[in-house]
Nanobody
């Protein structure tokens, strides 16, 4: 059974940093593209960042480019999202997701590409 479990969310002030983690089990982690999405209150879920299974390709949403960093540790079956310079607009539930059957440099950004999802972790940024 595949499980993705996010952690690291919380309540912070604007300008602070947070590091989210996603622990994966039940899948061949090194074969999956891994991504982070988020859903703010009253809004659709949106893409944040993704990394190919090889780690060779990374894509960020424009809104987080330069502030967020995605990284993966295939030995530990984990993916992280380092979030710096947080603003209230980053307040959302953050989800990690895994996509199989993509190439070495593939970095899918649409939700439908992802086969497995975590339950989400809340990030709240106060002004």
């Amino acid at each position: 059974q595949v499980q993705l479990v996010e952690s690291g969310g919380g309540l912070v002030q604007a300008g602070d940093s947070l590091r989210l983690s996603c622990a994966a089990s039940g899948l061949t982690f090194s074969s999956y593209a891994m991504a982070w999405f988020r859903q703010a209150p009253g809004k659709e879920r949106e893409f944040v960042a993704t990394m190919s299974w090889s780690g060779d390709s990374i894509v960020y949403a424009d809104s987080v480019q330069g502030r967020f960093t995605i990284a993966r540790d295939n030995a530990k079956n984990t993916v992280h999202l380092q979030m710096n310079s947080l603003s209230p607009e980053d307040t959302a539930v953050y989800y990690c997701a895994a996509a199989r059957n993509y190439g070495r440099y593939s970095v899918p950004r649409r939700e439908s590409a992802y086969n497995y999802w975590g339950q989400g972790t809340q990030v709240t940024v106060s002004s």
